[in-house]
């Protein structure tokens, strides 16, 4: 291993380095046509006509594995597979900080799953905001450098474009903050909405800077929520320790065989053709949206939403879910009290919440 790689593996647990973990019955490499090692039912569900969950799923299934290795350009030892974001999240703030000890820098507003695990882990939560600029929110990469060397940070979370500020960190800032922290921390890149902001990923970064790690997610741009299929993308040594500290079978069966189709090119090719739609869609009703009374300041976005201030965000917010459209109130977080996050929609749903906000002007 070079050194790089063993600093990242320096920041694991010293209890957990050599970790064993949990060995399931699917992790044997054993063959049989008789499969009696699991305790599983020999009959299939009534309600399940094909028998396809009677048996324990693969825990990081291969076909699976490899299509996103091959989405997203890293080889497949690099790749953890598990439900959605959080529970990569989850298992890198458990793996690699010490309760009361080692701390998890974040950058709120923002994705509010890292404090929580922090929280859950007893982890000290390091808080560098956003700065509010004239052109939006934005990550002090400085601060975030100082922060985590001050206050022993052991993770360090850039939401990249950020949810919900929908401001971006370009690659060569992350590499920045990567090489500050060299030895120090992990740098975790949530790229969770990467693909509507039309520039190369962080996992460009990996084969130079072993402390980046990666996560991505078939729920945004992909349309799979539902099947809950995240990806962590990191040294193919750190991805194995993490592999040992994870809860066997965490991808079911029928969630991967639908990820698995939803990586062929044709499914791809649609896919493409959507999120290049979303962000027309975003231009057009960011641009919409500047130009109605009461609202404030509409934030540059590269995500799939657009951060909304409003002169009167309650009203505005009402307004909306009288038309049926239901939009996401961020007024509690830090900085926000007068701001909604809007995602963007299909042609339609966007024409509806314009709908709804000239309505509401009339009236006023």
């Not at 903050?177 to 120090?184: D, I, K, N, P, S």
């Not at 961020?330 to 024409?351: C, F, K």
Request: proline share 6%; with cysteine.
């Amino acid at each position: 291993m070079n050194a790089g790689i063993d600093e990242v593996l320096a920041l694991v647990r010293t209890d957990l380095q050599a970790f064993a973990g949990y060995s399931s019955a699917r992790s044997a490499a054993v063959q049989g046509d008789v499969w009696l090692n699991a305790n599983e039912s020999a009959w299939a569900n009534p309600a399940d006509a094909e028998g396809r969950s009677r048996r324990y799923p693969e825990p990081q299934p291969q076909a699976l594995r490899d299509g996103l290795a091959s989405l997203y350009g890293v080889q497949p030892q690099q790749v953890l597979v598990g439900r959605g974001s959080d529970e990569a999240i989850d298992l890198l703030v458990r793996a690699l900080c010490v309760p009361g000890r080692d701390g998890v820098l974040v950058t709120p507003p923002v994705f509010g799953m890292y404090a929580v695990c922090a929280r859950l882990q007893g982890a000290p939560l390091i808080e560098v905001p956003l700065v509010d600029a004239a052109d939006g929110l934005h990550a002090d990469l400085d601060a975030v450098i100082e922060s985590a060397r001050a206050r022993n940070a052991k993770l360090v979370f850039l939401c990249a474009p950020s949810n919900p500020a929908g401001s971006d960190i370009a690659l060569t800032d992350i590499e920045r903050v990567a090489e500050a922290l060299r030895g120090r921390a992990l740098v975790v890149v949530d790229e969770a909405y990467v693909e509507y902001a039309q520039r190369p990923s962080a996992t460009s970064l990996l084969a130079t800077h072993a402390n980046v790690a990666v996560l991505r997610t078939l729920s945004k741009a992909h349309a799979l929520a539902a099947a809950r299929i995240g990806t962590l993308i990191a040294a193919a040594e750190l991805i194995a320790v993490l592999r040992r500290c994870q809860a066997p079978y965490p991808v079911p069966t029928p969630c991967a065989e639908l990820a698995v189709q939803a990586l062929q090119p044709g499914a791809l090719a649609r896919t493409r053709e959507r999120v290049a739609t979303v962000i027309t869609e975003r231009e057009r009703l960011r641009t919409a949206l500047q130009g109605l009374p009461g609202v404030r300041q509409v934030h540059a976005s590269a995500g799939n939403y657009l951060l909304v201030r409003f002169a009167d965000a309650q009203g505005a917010f009402d307004a909306l879910l009288a038309a049926g459209v239901v939009v996401r109130d961020q007024r509690a977080a830090p900085q926000l009290d007068d701001a909604l996050r809007i995602s963007i929609g299909s042609p339609e749903e966007n024409d509806r919440v314009l709908a709804a906000l000239s309505a509401r002007r009339a009236v006023a």
